[in-house]
């Protein structure tokens, strides 16, 4: 569809595109990669490829599992990836808004308007990210970077898995990183000698090998891998090892500091215990990184991540007042919904609206805290009156399946022994 797409994330905005970018516009997806799946791709209304099929429109189309799923999984994995579209829309109408604005206006409810004029209940650029990082997992029934920044080059350029059928709200770094890939896309194709319009349909590991898809400035530290990390635990959480290794990753292809890439790691780590059940004085214990350091290999987490871990938030219970912050910074988002979640009192809805309140980036605070808050207490826990009017609720519903499906099909096929805990 190529609509305009806003950049912001508290960078200065960006024009979408310029006289140069205009010539490295790739072709519109015309056909699908090799799947069981197709509706997870790119769909039209039309044959010319001018309408695109938004996420509420795809799920006539889309099949279920073979086989039921396990309830209790599907439970927490839906709650996270419902928890994430909820706190993304929660805050979607006063981002950018100031802590003063919202302590004289403060948020209580789904609203909508706003900065971007949504609909009640549609979200944002974090959980259309989100939703092509899922959608990239369960279609290759394993974790694939060079498809997962395929999708985000759709969304980018086509709307696919936006809520409005258009990117807006994109990051800077994020945008920075789709445009390398792009201009790798086009190398790699005549190296290779590869149809460029092939480049979206690779499926062949030893091609995709040679492809670096660490296409990120390496200094870039914003919250853009943390708001959309939820589907790579989630799909991965039984083997933790894997699920804390690729959280990382996941994060790395599009923001290339060491603290998002750690960030990822850690914050995977608590969704996947919440998945197998630890409770939330564990989840929120400072020893929580010691207790579990085998889940994470051979790499130390930062300092300025392990500060966090280590309960850094507990000791600043009046929120803004003692420094937590709902900025883009990715330490500062990590320690925000952390600190949401530990003074939440057990309520989705208070951590949530905690999150938004502290201001700024509203809507990726509450996305980042949902994605683990949703996880622990589950879909059923998650407040009826919201989760009603979310966009796409089938949409997401139909997808956790899968995730479950698929999820526990990848554990059956490459797990060992000493992947159990």
Partial sequence: MGGVCISSKSNPVIPNTTKNEIKLKPPIPSRHSNTDKPWFDIQYHDKDFTRIMKPNEIKSMMLKPPNAVNKTDLNRILGSLIGLALGDALGAHVEFRPYQYL??????DLQEG??????????????SMALCLATSLVVF???????QLVRYKWWYRHGYMSSTGECFDIGAATRQSVLEFE?????FSMKHNIPYQDMDFLDDQNILSQFNVYCSDPAAAGNGGLMRLTPVPLFFHKDPAKAVEYSGISGKITHGDKRVYDACRF???L???????????????????????????????????KKIAEGSYHNKKKGYVDGIRGKGFV????????????????????????????????DTTAAIYGQLAGAYYGYDKLPKRWVDQVYAKEFITCLSEWIVYEGDNWFQNNSSSDTRL
């Fill in 103 to 108: 302590c004289e206006h403060p948020v209580s």
């Fill in 114 to 127: 706003g900065t971007w004029g949504l609909v009640k209940g549609q979200f944002t650029d974090d959980t």
């Fill in 141 to 147: 029934r394993d974790f694939q970077p060079y498809d």
């Fill in 183 to 187: 201009e790798r896309q086009k190398k």
């Fill in 267 to 269: 914050y995977g780590s």
């Fill in 271 to 305: 969704i996947v215990a919440a998945l197998l059940g630890e409770s939330k004085n564990q989840l929120l214990d400072k020893h929580f990184y010691q207790k579990h350091i085998s889940w994470f290999g051979n790499e130390p987490l930062h300092e300025d991540i």
């Fill in 331 to 362: 330490v500062d988002s990590l320690e925000a919904a952390l600190w949401a979640f530990s003074i939440d009192e057990g309520k989705f809805e208070t951590g949530a609206l905690a999150a938004v309140n502290l201001g700024d980036d509203t």
